[in-house]
Structure formats: structure tokens, C-alpha cells
């Protein structure tokens, strides 16, 4: 069964205290990995696309990384305003419009 | 400034009404998406449509309807046989199956709640 799961569902970070979201996947064949932020209330931003393993994107304090199984999203120094819920999507190859997204990990970084 | 117009932001259902959710795009995208989100879940899809006049079922679509006349319009019905539909509903578009990318962008989402 296609699925992706993350963890933790939740991290508690202090500022500067840098740390790494997991997104381990199971699909048939992938087509792209993507990451999203979304803040309480309002829709997910997209951050990242990933399309191989070996691939890595980086934006600001976050980098993103892709492996044949899993991707993980590091946070380095993070500051308070990085809280937020962190959304894992996969596309599956075989068909282009379906993504199956994780439940997302809530951030919250403290000053 | 091009992006995903989802309205209104709260939305409150009385029972055996029909109610519809609104999603306009001005990014030129062919392919639209309709998201369901409870506490604790991932994203379920209710409904996509890759063209115009064209729409397929998602995981969840008993209960909703939806139609695209429009290449910028999709809007979303939530229906009385929807017997829980209390949750935030996102739209979504991207450029189409075809090409190398095919990222999604979200609107910011709908609030329904059953009175």
C-alpha cells in the first residue's frame, strides 16, 4: 500500500538547536517528493521538490534530502519564527495526480 | 499577484443544506484539486480535474460534488448525504500532468462547520 509517514509529530526545538524531520515513504514508483510548511490556519507553502535519491535542496535554515526510502528536512539554528507544521507529499509515478501526504510534523521552536 | 483564491474563509452548514465552496486560480494551471484536513491527518483528496469539463474521484468523494466549467474555476459542493463535513477543505492547482513539474500550490483553505 502507498503511504508516507513522518516523525516526530511533534518537536519542540530551542532557538539555535538545530534538528532533522523524517519522511519515510512506500510508493510504486516515485515521481516527486515535496515539502511544505503550513502555518495554523492557512494553506500549505510549498518549500521543496525533490525528484531522485542523492538529491538535495536548500533554502535559508532548511535542507532538504532524498534517499530511495525516506527524505529528511534539516533545520539548522533555528529561530521562532520557523514554527510551524511541516507537510511531506509524494507523487506516484504511475499516476500523475495522486499525492499521498503524511500527517505533518509541528514544529515549535522557543526563544 | 497570481495565486489560488479560495472563499469564504469560515463556512457554517445547517443540517440537510448544501453548501458550496468556492476556488479560483489566475496561474494558467490545467490540473485543480480539492483537499480535505482533519486534526492529526494528512491531506485526503476529494476530487481533481485535469481539463476543462473533465473531473475524477479522489479517495473521499461520496458526499461532494464538483464541476469545472471554467479552465480558473473549481468550485466544490459540500452535499447533505456528506454526514461529517466539519473540517478545513484546501484547493489546489498546478501546470498539468505533463512537463517535468508538477507542483502543487494551495489556497488558504476553507473552515465549514455544521451548525
Known amino acids: 500500500e502507498d503511504q508516507v509517514t513522518q516523525s516526530p509529530e511533534a518537536l519542540r526545538l530551542q532557538e539555535g538547536e538545530s534538528s532533522s524531520l523524517n519522511c519515510s515513504y512506500t510508493?510504486?514508483?516515485?515521481?516527486?517528493l515535496f515539502w511544505y510548511r503550513q502555518d495554523p490556519g492557512k494553506g500549505p507553502e510549498f518549500l521543496f521538490t525533490l525528484y531522485s535519491a542523492g538529491e538535495e535542496k536548500e533554502k535559508e535554515r532548511l535542507k532538504a534530502t532524498l534517499t530511495k526510502k525516506e527524505s529528511f528536512l534539516h533545520i539548522t539554528a533555528p529561530k521562532p519564527e520557523d514554527s510551524a507544521t511541516y507537510l511531506c507529499?509524494?507523487?506516484?509515478?504511475?499516476?500523475?495526480?495522486?499525492?499521498?501526504f503524511g500527517s505533518g510534523t509541528k514544529l515549535n521552536v522557543k526563544p | 499577484d497570481g495565486g489560488i483564491t479560495q472563499s469564504p474563509k469560515y463556512l457554517f452548514r445547517k443540517e440537510g443544506q448544501n453548501v458550496t465552496l468556492s476556488c479560483e486560480q489566475n496561474?494558467?494551471?490545467?490540473?485543480m484539486y480539492w483537499y480535505r484536513q482533519d486534526p492529526g491527518q494528512g491531506l485526503r483528496l476529494i476530487y481533481y480535474s485535469q481539463i476543462v469539463n473533465d473531473f475524477q474521484k479522489g479517495d473521499i468523494a461520496e458526499g461532494y460534488s464538483v464541476s469545472r466549467e471554467k479552465k480558473e474555476s473549481f468550485p466544490l459542493t459540500v452535499t447533505s448525504a456528506q454526514k461529517n463535513p466539519t473540517a478545513f477543505y484546501l484547493c489546489?492547482?498546478?501546470?498539468?500532468?505533463?512537463?517535468?513539474?508538477?507542483?502543487?500550490?494551495f489556497g488558504a483553505g476553507t473552515r465549514l462547520s455544521v451548525l
Open positions: 496561474l494558467n494551471h490545467d490540473a
Open positions: 510508493v510504486s514508483g516515485l515521481r516527486g
Open positions: 507529499a509524494v507523487q506516484a509515478l504511475y499516476n500523475f495526480n495522486k499525492f499521498y
Open positions: 489546489a492547482s498546478s501546470g498539468g500532468p505533463l512537463g517535468g513539474k508538477n507542483i502543487q500550490y
